[in-house]
């Protein structure tokens, strides 16, 4: 199994659909939009592909609970580090969907626009669920998991953002 997952070649491909959404030129933001949605498109289901074959191996019998649960947290990490990129971005694009006076046209790239950061970050917190729950099926039975002492300052605004990433129907109620 591999000891990273690059998230940030594809990342580029949802930041440049969340630009195009923004453009103000009406002839060229339907081309750039649909340019960079195809392209956002192609990069979430290469990293599903992607993801996936990391899963499949992680079921293989020969993989073990420490090796399921070291991917499942790397998986997470990196959910994390794309939740942490996109949801300013996601968060301004929802503010944006939230004025009236929004053209159809433009309300509709903006949807698209957050349908595609949603499922690229419900990618990352499915798989990390699902690992979780393969490497809790392979503990022994008779094993006693300990916690460890957290030693060092707590950062509380960063476990804060972490935690509202995590609930986005929290974050919306919150919002409202």
């Known amino acids: 199994m591999p ?13 440049a659909l969340v630009a195009a959404a923004e453009w103000q030129e009406a002839a060229s933001r339907k081309a750039k939009f649909h340019s960079a949605h195809e392209r ?54 929802q503010r944006k969907l939230a004025h009236r006076d929004t053209p159809s046209e433009v309300r509709r790239m903006r949807e698209q626009t957050i349908a595609v950061a949603e499922a690229w970050l419900t990618l990352y917190r499915e798989l990390h669920a699902e690992l979780l729950r393969l490497a809790a099926e392979r503990r ?14 707590i950062d509380h605004e960063a476990l804060s953002r972490e935690f509202m990433a995590r609930f986005p129907k929290i974050r919306a109620a919150l919002a409202e």
Not at 3 to 15: G, I, N, P, R, Y
Not at 143 to 150: G, H, P, S, T
Request: hydrophobic share 45%; no cysteine.
């Open 3 to 15: 000891d990273t997952v690059d998230v940030s070649k594809d990342e580029a491909s949802l930041a």
């Open 40 to 93: 956002a498109l192609a990069a979430l289901e290469s990293r599903r592909a992607e993801l996936n074959a990391l899963y499949e191996r992680a079921v293989a019998p020969e993989s073990g609970r420490r090796e399921i649960t070291r991917v499942a947290s790397m998986i997470g990490e990196a959910g994390r580090a794309a939740a942490e990129k996109l949801s300013p971005h996601l968060d301004a694009v």
């Open 140 to 153: 022994p039975a008779g094993e006693i998991l300990r916690a460890r002492r957290v030693e060092g300052d």
